[in-house]
C-alpha cells in the first residue's frame, strides 16, 4: 500500500486536473461493483464516461507509476447542511426520529443545530478543552456559515440555535453561542470543516450520542472498516471506509469548489442535514467528522486532525496536539 500511496501523492496534481475529476485517494480496486483485494490509486469523478466520450489527454491511464488506477463516479460532492429527501439506508433504531429536529435540553449529539444564518446541520459531538470546559462539535458550515473568517459570515459570540432553524429554531431557542472554527479557505487546500460552539451551561447538553451512546475514545480509519454515524435527517446509519488519503473538491456554491486534503471517503450513508455527524466504529471509538457527500459517497475529516485543530479532546481530556497531525490553527476571533 505504500506504493500506491507514494504513486497518488506525485500524481495527485496531474489526476485532478482532468476533467470531471472530484477527487484522488487510495483504496481497493472494484471490479462490478465489488471490492477486491488490490491496492488502486482511486480517481473519483462526478459521472463515469466512455472514453470513446473523451479526449485520448483527458482519460485517466490505466496505471500511474506502474499502480493500477480505479475511477468510480461519486456525483457532486457537496457540504450536507440543507434540506433534501434522505439517501443511505437507515439502521433500525427506537429513536422516533421526530426528536431529532424538536428542541431538546439537555440536548445529545445526533439532533439538529445550526447558526442562526443557517438551515440545520447536526450537533456531533462533546468534546473537551484542557481545562475540562465542554463543547459543541460540528462543522464550520453549520456553526459558523462557512466562514473563510474574513468574510463577515460569522464572528464568536454569534447565536447556535437547538433545533436550526430549518427545523424551527428561534431566538428562545439559543443552545450557545459560536465559540471557534478553522476557516474555510476556497484558494487553499483544507483539512477540516470543523468549529466548536460554548453551551449556555453544562445542563444544556448531554454527552451521549443519539442511538449510539457515549463515545469510546478515537481509532484511526483503516480501509473496509465498518462505521457508524447518528445524524439529523438520516439517524443512525451504517457504513465502509472506502478511499483514505484523499484529496477532494468540495462545491460550496461558489464559482470555484474547495479543496480538502487527507480526507475519509465512505460509504453512502448521509443526507443534507448530517453535516456534523460524529463517525465512529463498531466500538463508539471517533473515527471522523462528517461533512459533505452525495447520494453516492460520504466525506468525513480524521478526528485526529480536527481535535488537534480546535485544540479539544474526549472524555475531558483534550487531545495533545503534539502527538496528531498539525492543521490550520482555528480562529476565535
Excluded: W
Excluded at 465512529?280 to 488537534?308: H, K
Amino acid at each position: 500500500m505504500e506504493e500506491v500511496k507514494k504513486a497518488a501523492s506525485r500524481r495527485r496534481a496531474m489526476l485532478l486536473a482532468l476533467p470531471n475529476v472530484v477527487g484522488v485517494g487510495v483504496g481497493y480496486k472494484q471490479t462490478g461493483g465489488e471490492r477486491t483485494s488490490k491496492p488502486a490509486v482511486v480517481v473519483m469523478v462526478k459521472k463515469k464516461v466512455s472514453k470513446d466520450e473523451l479526449a485520448p489527454q483527458h482519460v485517466v491511464p490505466e496505471k500511474v507509476e506502474g499502480v493500477p488506477t480505479d475511477v468510480i463516479e461519486v456525483g457532486d460532492l457537496k457540504p450536507l447542511a440543507r434540506e433534501q429527501a434522505p439517501v443511505g439506508t437507515p439502521l433500525v433504531t427506537p429513536v422516533d426520529p421526530r426528536l431529532r429536529t424538536s428542541r431538546l435540553r439537555p440536548a445529545p449529539p445526533g439532533v439538529s443545530i445550526g447558526h442562526y444564518q443557517v438551515s440545520a446541520g447536526t450537533f456531533g459531538a462533546i468534546v473537551y478543552d484542557p481545562t475540562g470546559h465542554p463543547y459543541i462539535l460540528s462543522n464550520n458550515h453549520v456553526l459558523a456559515n462557512s466562514t473563510s473568517g474574513r468574510d463577515r459570515r460569522a464572528k464568536r459570540g454569534d447565536p447556535v440555535l437547538q433545533p436550526g432553524v430549518a427545523d424551527g429554531g428561534q431566538s428562545g431557542d439559543v443552545i450557545g453561542v459560536l465559540d471557534r472554527y478553522v476557516p474555510i479557505r476556497p484558494l487553499r487546500t483544507n483539512l477540516v470543516d470543523a468549529a466548536l460552539a460554548k453551551p449556555r451551561s453544562a445542563t444544556v447538553i448531554k454527552d451521549e450520542v443519539l442511538g449510539l451512546g457515549r463515545v469510546g475514545g478515537v481509532a484511526k480509519p483503516r480501509l473496509g472498516l465498518a462505521v457508524r454515524k447518528s445524524g439529523r435527517t438520516t439517524g443512525v446509519t451504517a457504513g465502509f471506509v472506502e478511499i483514505l488519503e484523499a484529496t477532494v473538491r468540495i462545491n460550496y456554491g461558489g464559482d470555484t469548489p474547495v479543496s480538502f486534503g487527507d480526507q475519509i471517503i465512505l460509504s453512502p450513508m448521509s443526507a443534507p442535514g448530517d453535516s456534523g455527524s460524529l463517525v465512529v466504529d463498531e466500538r463508539n471509538r471517533a473515527v471522523g467528522l462528517l461533512f459533505a457527500g452525495s447520494d453516492r459517497s460520504t466525506v468525513c475529516s480524521p478526528i485526529e486532525n480536527v481535535l488537534a485543530a480546535l485544540k479539544v479532546g474526549f472524555a475531558g481530556r483534550a487531545k495533545s496536539p503534539a502527538s496528531v497531525p498539525k492543521p490550520r490553527r482555528a480562529v476565535t476571533r
